[in-house]
Nanobody, 122 residues
Framework: QVQLVESGGGSVQTGDSLRLSCAAS????????MGWFRQAPGKEREFVAA????????YYADSVKGRFTISSDKALNTVYLQMNSLKPEDTAVYYC???????????????WGQGTQVTVSS
């Protein structure tokens, strides 16, 4: 089993920045992609960004390109999502997950954290 714990969410205003963290524990995640998804009330879980644990390749949803950056610190078993120029439409619960493939599909993820709330007001 892999345990994932998100942190760093909060309430901010349009244009502000936040950095989310996803700390992994349990079995090694070296064979996985680590992804960030978000889910607003009444909506499906939406892909945001992903990074393979053993590579520097990064993947982003079009809606966040140029504003969000995914990164990892292997020594801390942690994945980050730096969110800049936040907009009200970014408001959602943000989830960290681990998948072996099909990284843009939430159904492919084997492990999920419990989520962290991000609220952006105008």
């Amino acid at each position: 089993q892999v345990q994932l714990v998100e942190s760093g969410g909060g309430s901010v205003q349009t244009g502000d920045s936040l950095r989310l963290s996803c700390a992994a524990s349990g079995r090694a995640v070296t064979g996985y992609f680590m992804g960030w998804f978000r889910q607003a009330p009444g909506k499906e879980r939406e892909f945001v960004a992903a990074i393979p644990w053993s590579s520097s390749t990064r993947y982003y949803a079009d809606s966040v390109k140029g504003r969000f950056t995914i990164s990892s610190d292997k020594a801390l078993n942690t994945v980050y999502l730096q969110m800049n120029s936040l907009k009200p439409e970014d408001t959602a619960v943000y989830y960290c997950g681990a998948a072996r493939y099909n990284i843009r599909q939430p159904s492919a993820y084997e492990y999920w954290g419990q989520g962290t709330q991000v609220t952006v007001s105008s």
